[in-house]
Nanobody, 120 residues
């Protein structure tokens, strides 16, 4: 009942920038939290950054100072601006959305992932 769609991945040179976008649609009352995770080949999925409905954010130490997460509550959208990208940022990036219904029960949804490749 909820669809999550990401966009914005691609190939970028080291030191470059990318902006990932994600939008949720469907049966949504509210979205308490949104986040970006990533998974590199052979690695576990890890949190990159998260943002709650009130705007509080959390970042992985590896991206702090290089990434900025933001959201547009009117569009049920979340964004990840990445700068000074490094080869180790290469991964599939997944959008995570926590949706609440009118009974305040929460459900978790994932996007299909978007590939980010940092290479010269």
């Amino acid at each position: 009942q909820v669809q999550v769609e990401e966009s914005g991945g691609g190939l970028v040179h080291p030191g470059g920038s990318l902006r990932l976008s994600c939008a949720a649609s469907g049966s949504i009352f509210s979205i308490p939290a949104m986040a970006w995770y990533r998974q590199a080949p052979g690695e576990q999925r890890e949190l990159v950054a998260s943002i709650r409905s009130g705007g509080s954010t959390n970042y992985a130490e590896s991206v702090r100072g290089r990434c900025t997460i933001s959201r547009d509550n009117t569009k049920n959208a979340v964004y990840l601006q990445m700068t000074n990208l490094k080869r180790e940022d290469t991964a599939i990036y997944y959008c995570y959305v926590e949706v609440s219904n009118r009974a305040y029960r929460t459900y978790q949804y994932w996007g299909q992932g978007t590939q980010v490749t940092v290479s010269s």
